[in-house]
């Protein structure tokens, strides 16, 4: 997948509904490739992850510097511009997911149909071997879909090309491909079966607008009794109050989250409805960040799903907003969020029930059939 940059519109923020909370970074760690599914960012310049605050590089980092604010950033009015378009999943790149195999190589998870990618020989188990002369191998996902965007040095344009080098049915793949303005799909829902297990597997690559009614229409059309595999690896986090529509999903009403603005705390709940006798499994990884690990550890403390991967990123802090002469804008954190039971996340992130090294999908699923998610 690939994706999203969040932050919220000015007008959101005074009302206070839409906080967001911006992971500033590269957003997606395994994922859209040409896309901000897994491996985006929320800045203009993708943070070439050494630094792993994710705070973009240039001048949105020397103002967090000065700050002392680990993720706050100053974005020119185009940058800004840009996060509106990838709050509705637009992007500009070539359509490909990507994910890191625990060997370090980059391999192609993924190709979205109809984008440049789509339409060449590329496909999933490829190996990618260089973007633009550039090695892939033990190369941080984020900084590889930021060459594929386009973004490592400045905006990306659509029409410009990039140049790949791939292992494809053992042999190598040269070629050339112009970079597009796509739409990412931030849920994909395919249904699986392994041994017992069986049920709907939905993949979440980052909280654009209108990711939880997607989510909540995936969970209605699943098989009756059968269990969901809830896979949230490389979520680079998005809206907030898309996060808690999706956890709106499985629960029925009751607490999300809170969260600390000007150290006075506010509270997120789920709206009622939810299913919450279907058996949920929730994948997580080093990669999933901000509203990504919020959604995670609400099901996590509110008994409602195991989970299973690896210790999330830690983001667990809000920034809003606010309006700079000339049209810029600086990102400003105000506080942090913590799950139900009131584990802080900044810093932390959240553990999993199950700790898995390496590709953590067939124990998810043998996890999920013990649940009795399996028919």
Same mark, same amino acid.
């Given at each position: 997948?690939?994706?999203?940059?969040?932050?919220?519109?000015?007008?959101?923020?005074?009302?206070?509904?839409?906080?967001?909370?911006?992971?500033?970074?590269?957003?997606?760690?395994?994922?859209?490739?040409?896309?901000?599914?897994?491996?985006?960012?929320?800045?203009?310049?993708?943070?070439?992850?050494?630094?792993?605050?994710?705070?973009?590089?240039?001048?949105?980092?020397?103002?967090?510097?000065?700050?002392?604010?680990?993720?706050?950033?100053?974005?020119?009015?185009?940058?800004?511009?840009?996060?509106?378009?990838?709050?509705?999943?637009?992007?500009?790149?070539?359509? +490909?997911?990507?994910?890191?195999?625990?060997?370090?190589?980059?391999?192609?998870?993924?190709?979205?149909?109809?984008?440049?990618?789509?339409?060449?020989?590329?496909?999933?188990?490829?190996?990618? +071997?260089?973007?633009?002369?550039?090695?892939?191998?033990?190369?941080?996902?984020?900084?590889?879909?930021?060459?594929?965007?386009?973004?490592?040095?400045?905006?990306?344009?659509?029409?410009?090309?990039?140049?790949?080098?791939?292992?494809? =049915?053992?042999?190598?793949?040269?070629?050339?491909?112009?970079?597009?303005?796509?739409?990412?799909?931030?849920?994909?829902?395919?249904?699986?079966?392994?041994?017992?297990?069986?049920?709907?597997?939905?993949?979440?690559?980052?909280?654009?607008?209108?990711?939880?009614?997607?989510?909540?229409?995936?969970?209605?059309?699943?098989?009756?009794?059968?269990?969901?595999?809830?896979?949230?690896?490389?979520?680079?986090?998005?809206?907030?109050?898309?996060?808690?529509?999706?956890?709106?999903?499985?629960?029925?009403?009751?607490?999300?989250?809170?969260?600390?603005?000007?150290?006075?705390?506010?509270?997120?709940?789920?709206?009622?409805?939810?299913?919450?006798?279907?058996?949920?499994?929730?994948?997580?990884?080093?990669?999933?960040?901000?509203?990504?690990?919020?959604?995670?550890?609400?099901? =996590?403390?509110?008994?409602?799903?195991?989970?299973?991967?690896?210790?999330?990123?830690?983001?667990?802090?809000?920034?809003?907003?606010?309006?700079?002469?000339?049209?810029?804008?600086?990102? =400003?954190?105000?506080?942090?969020?913590?799950?139900?039971?009131?584990?802080?996340?900044?810093?932390?992130?959240?553990?999993?029930?199950?700790?898995? =090294?390496?590709?953590?999908?067939?124990?998810?699923?043998?996890? +999920?059939?013990?649940?009795?998610?399996?028919?």
């Amino acid at each position: 997948m690939s994706g999203p940059a969040r932050y919220v519109p000015r007008r959101r923020a005074r009302c206070g509904a839409a906080l967001t909370l911006v992971f500033a970074g590269v957003l997606v760690t395994g994922t859209a490739a040409g896309s901000w599914s897994a491996a985006g960012r929320t800045g203009a310049r993708p943070v070439p992850l050494r630094a792993v605050d994710g705070t973009p590089a240039g001048r949105s980092a020397d103002a967090a510097s000065r700050s002392g604010d680990r993720w706050g950033a100053v974005y020119s009015a185009e940058e800004y511009q840009g996060f509106q378009r990838t709050l509705d999943g637009a992007y500009v790149g070539v359509g +490909l997911s990507l994910r890191r195999r625990g060997d370090g190589r980059i391999e192609v998870e993924g190709v979205q149909a109809g984008s440049p990618a789509g339409r060449s020989e590329i496909t999933g188990g490829d190996e990618l +071997l260089t973007v633009d002369g550039a090695g892939a191998a033990g190369s941080p996902v984020t900084e590889v879909v930021s060459r594929l965007r386009g973004d490592y040095t400045g905006p990306a344009e659509a029409g410009t090309p990039v140049r790949l080098v791939l292992r494809h =049915q053992g042999r190598v793949l040269r070629l050339t491909l112009r970079r597009e303005r796509l739409y990412t799909q931030s849920v994909i829902a395919d249904r699986f079966r392994a041994g017992r297990a069986a049920g709907t597997r939905i993949r979440v690559g980052a909280f654009t607008r209108g990711t939880g009614v997607r989510v909540r229409e995936a969970v209605r059309e699943a098989a009756p009794g059968e269990g969901v595999l809830l896979d949230l690896r490389g979520n680079s986090g998005g809206l907030v109050t898309e996060a808690v529509t999706t956890a709106s999903a499985f629960l029925d009403g009751g607490l999300v989250a809170t969260y600390d603005v000007h150290g006075r705390e506010r509270i997120l709940r789920a709206g009622p409805g939810g299913d919450t006798r279907r058996p949920l499994v929730v994948l997580v990884d080093g990669g999933t960040m901000s509203a990504g690990e919020l959604l995670a550890g609400a099901l =996590q403390d509110r008994g409602r799903a195991v989970l299973v991967g690896s210790r999330t990123f830690g983001k667990g802090s809000v920034q809003m907003p606010r309006d700079l002469p000339g049209g810029s804008v600086a990102e =400003q954190t105000v506080g942090q969020y913590r799950t139900p039971s009131g584990r802080p996340v900044d810093g932390r992130g959240i553990t999993p029930d199950l700790e898995v =090294q390496g590709d953590a999908e067939d124990r998810a699923r043998t996890v +999920l059939g013990g649940l009795g998610g399996g028919s």
